[in-house]
């Protein structure tokens, strides 16, 4: 008999991905969505159409909201429940609202149906936290580690996406844009399709339980060494330049007085805050003895490297978005 995973975030960048896996894996998918009829549902019912084996139920349910999701899902149970909401704009509010409360219910919606397991995507950066997306997210993972439920917390590194928005503008012949000297940070950035394959894995395997931090294949690699590869794959000579990673405290730290008076303006204080997060610090496992990263003790999954996404990207494939969040596009 097939087992049932409620999957929220479905309509998302990695959740689209994860219906892809689990359903070419048996499983049945109920997914709650906040709007049946958008494009991101439909491409879920084609997936699911085309799928041999798993079946899709799209219900329509506010995650913010425990009494509308059990309404959406009064005929339904669920053996597992994974998450890959996410605050879509990062804002300080939405993200308290989707990366804690959100997630809070679905774990009350897990315990009260029976669900054997939950996993949550999360990220690498909770190790560090200094935003308001990663307390979110750290504050859920506790609630959900004190749960009494099995789970995981797939604390993943850097999607391709993220590191693929430049590869246009190297493509036709302008500078790659760095932080600092380009050395600033380093990842081990994981193929999106790979991340998702693990993530069915937390289902089916108790050894993928509690916090599991995730890179792709090594060895980790820097901006500088990103605009390398770009101009050997893109044939065009390497160009940079160089950005102070310091204009980015500056806003933030302009944009925070401006703040008080404004949510909008604190939203956009958070943005830049998240910008020079980013420029500076790398998607690895923090060694908090050693105050350092360290590369190696950074976890791999898979065999697609981040040339191989650029190769792919180049040759006309369309899967990565074209860096949808990167900073510098
Ligand atoms: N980008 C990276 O390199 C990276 C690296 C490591 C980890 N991560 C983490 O990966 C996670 C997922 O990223 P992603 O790129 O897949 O996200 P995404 O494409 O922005 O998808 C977000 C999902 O959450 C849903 N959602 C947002 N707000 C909601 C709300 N108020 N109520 C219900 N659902 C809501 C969205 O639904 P709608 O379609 O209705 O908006 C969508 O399904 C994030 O936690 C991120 O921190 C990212």
């Known amino acids: 008999m097939k087992q049932t995973v409620l999957l929220a975030g479905a309509t998302g960048y990695i959740g689209s991905r994860v219906a892809r896996e689990l359903l070419s894996h048996n499983f049945a998918l109920l997914c709650p969505v906040r709007d049946r009829t958008g494009r991101p549902a439909q491409a879920l019912h084609e997936l699911a159409a085309t799928s041999a084996q798993g079946s899709l139920d799209l219900v329509e349910a506010s995650l913010q909201d425990i009494q509308s999701l059990d309404h959406a899902t009064e005929h339904f149970n669920a053996d597992f429940v994974v998450s890959c909401i996410a605050s879509r704009n990062g804002g300080i509010t939405d993200s308290y609202a989707v990366d804690y409360q959100a997630n809070h219910n679905l774990l009350r919606w897990a315990i009260k149906r029976n669900a054997k397991h939950f996993t949550l995507l999360s990220a690498i950066c909770v190790q560090k936290p200094r935003l308001a997306f990663q307390h979110a997210k750290l504050k859920f993972e506790a609630e959900l580690a004190c749960s009494g439920l099995s789970y995981s917390s797939v604390r993943a590194t850097a999607f391709f996406k993220s590191l693929s928005g430049q590869l246009r503008r190297v493509s036709e012949g302008k500078p ?86 404004s949510k909008r303006l604190a939203d956009k204080a958070e943005f830049a805050r998240i910008g020079h997060y980013y420029a500076t610090e790398s998607m690895l496992h923090w060694d908090t003895q050693k105050q350092a990263y360290d590369a190696e003790a950074t976890p791999e999954f898979g065999s697609i490297t981040l040339e191989d996404s650029y190769r792919a990207q180049l040759a006309g494939a369309d899967d990565q978005g074209l860096g949808d969040q990167a900073v510098f596009r």
């Open 176 to 261: 790659f844009l760095m932080f600092g000297d380009g050395l600033l940070t380093q990842c081990k950035p994981i193929a999106e399709d790979e991340l998702a394959q693990f993530i069915r894995m937390t289902l089916e395997s108790t050894a993928l339980s509690g916090v599991q931090a995730i890179g792709g294949p090594g060895p980790a690699i820097t901006p500088l060494a990103q605009a390398e590869l770009l101009a050997k794959l893109t044939g065009q000579p390497l160009r940079t330049r160089s950005v102070n990673p310091k204009l980015l405290l500056g806003a933030a730290a302009l944009l925070s007085i401006a703040a008080r008076f």
